[in-house]
């Protein structure tokens, strides 16, 4: 019969089993640094830019997705549509922009399907696909635009889609750093963020990505 002791061996027992497994406890992984830049997708100059783009039936393209097409020589207007990149939320699409065209080497979109019934909760997905894809792709230092109000959609704050996408980033990076602390993944590649944002709305977009990195408001 077992004693009050021999129970209280169970759970190191058990928990000495899954560090076994996994070979050594997981540590924390840092912040990741998130930046913000007022800065137009089209323009950047960054080894991946990644868009969002709602589904083709929500409207028509405007703002920095419409200078991004433009400089596309409307392949965004082409591939925009169902049986080709329809936009259904987690759908991703890779290009790499021809000479003449974008400075971007790769440009991600990554679908938030129907504008009409969408939320801020989205773009959790949207910051955990941004993450792993980065990873995948190799690209240490990505850049991020939600491109939601030029997608039609200017009844949220820009606070909270950036504060979505972050949680989305952080847990995918918690997610990465585990599978890796059990040697079941390559190496983390991204080193940080960078956030687009239009110039007037920098500040509450930094205010919801400091609400996430649990940093004081930036000024």
């Not at 800065?39 to 080894?47: G, H, R």
């Not at 400075?103 to 990554?110: E, G, N, P, R, Y």
């Not at 963020?193 to 004081?216: C, M, N, P």
């Amino acid at each position: 019969m077992m004693n009050r002791a021999s129970f209280s061996l169970i759970p190191a027992l058990i928990l000495g089993c899954v560090l076994t497994a996994f070979g050594q406890v997981a540590s924390t992984p840092p912040a990741l640094p998130v930046k913000v830049l007022a800065q137009s997708p089209a323009d950047t100059q960054t080894e991946l830019q990644i868009i969002c783009l709602f589904q083709s039936s929500s409207g028509a393209l405007q703002g920095s997705l419409l200078e991004t097409d433009q400089k596309l020589h409307g392949l965004l207007t082409q591939l925009w549509k169902p049986g080709l990149f329809h936009g259904e939320l987690g759908e991703t699409v890779l290009l790499w922009p021809p000479a003449g065209t974008l400075a971007a080497k790769q440009f991600l979109i990554i679908g938030l399907g129907d504008a009409a019934t969408f939320t801020p909760q989205r773009m959790y997905l949207a910051g955990k696909i941004a993450f792993r894809e980065a990873n995948r792709l190799g690209a240490a230092h990505p850049y991020f635009a939600p491109t939601i109000r030029d997608g039609g959609i200017d009844k949220f704050a820009t606070g909270e889609i950036a504060e979505q996408v972050v949680r989305g980033l952080e847990d995918a990076m918690s997610t990465e750093s585990l599978l890796r602390s059990g040697s079941a993944a390559e190496p983390l590649v991204v080193v940080d963020f960078t956030f687009l944002a239009g110039a007037k709305f920098a500040t509450d977009t930094q205010h919801g990505i400091d609400r996430v990195l649990g940093k004081s408001p930036s000024p």
